[in-house]
């Protein structure tokens, strides 16, 4: 498979890290989401980017404390091995109450080297 093919992707298919981090995320535990991503990572979320382990252990800290919600996997495709974009439905206390958010993954050598969160 090329990165030019877009393959859908079922939550049992997607990469175990792609899951680990999606798990520990939603289990609202830092430590294990931080764990998926190589030392040089870099996480964009609401405009702002994230590099490396300290930053990105921090903005998971934070994230997880700012508003309750909950998640659920919704779809997924994949554009080769490396590049998964996860779409995930969000409900809780944040403003507008409902989201369905992209997850766009870079993975490298069995982690996540870039995470884009976006709508």
């Known amino acids: 498979m090329t990165i030019n093919e877009i393959t859908p992707t079922s939550w049992d298919e997607l990469p175990e890290i792609v899951r680990t981090f999606l798990v520990a995320q939603s289990d609202s535990d830092p430590d294990a989401a931080a764990a998926a991503f190589t030392s040089d990572a870099q996480v964009t979320d609401e405009g702002r980017t994230y590099r490396g382990g300290r930053e990105i252990a921090a903005w998971l800290r934070r ?10 996997f919704d779809h997924a495709t994949m554009a080769g091995a490396n590049h998964v974009d996860v ?5 809780g206390n944040f403003p507008g109450g409902v989201a369905d958010l992209h997850f766009r993954f870079t993975l490298e050598g069995g982690r996540v080297s870039r995470l884009v969160i976006e709508p």
Not at 63 to 72: K, L, N, Q
Not at 87 to 91: I, K, T
């Open 63 to 72: 994230a997880g404390s700012e508003y309750t919600y909950t998640t659920e």
């Open 87 to 91: 779409v995930q439905h969000l409900e």
